[in-house]
Nanobody
């Protein structure tokens, strides 16, 4: 069982930046594709970004591409999401998720493990 714990959320003004982190309990962290999803109030959970096991394949949703950057440190069992140029529409609970299969546009149903989420609020 892989446990995932997100951190780094908070309140930020539009145009600001935040860096989310997700730490995994599992020593075999490098065996998993890592993903970020988000769920805004009243909306369905949506894909944000994904990174392959070695970090050589990365994908972003169109809404965050060129503003967000995903990275991972397998030695530290950690995946990060650097979020720049934040907009009010980025307000959501951000979830870290682990999967065994890479996809450029992963579906939530394909995730094997989920974190509890961290809230990001962007004020206008």
């Amino acid at each position: 069982q892989v446990q995932l714990a997100e951190s780094g959320g908070g309140l930020v003004q539009a145009g600001g930046s935040l860096r989310l982190s997700c730490v995994a309990s599992e020593r075999t962290f490098s065996n998993y594709v890592m993903n970020w999803f988000r769920q805004a109030p009243g909306k369905e959970r949506e894909f944000v970004s994904t990174i392959s096991r070695k970090g050589n394949f990365i994908s972003y949703s169109a809404s965050v591409k060129d503003r967000f950057a995903i990275s991972r440190d397998n030695a530290e069992n950690t995946v990060h999401l650097q979020m720049n140029g934040l907009k009010p529409e980025d307000t959501a609970v951000y979830y870290c998720a682990a999967s065994r299969v890479y996809s450029d546009v992963p579906k939530g149903g394909g995730m094997d493990y989920w974190g509890r989420g961290t809230l990001v609020t962007v004020s206008s």
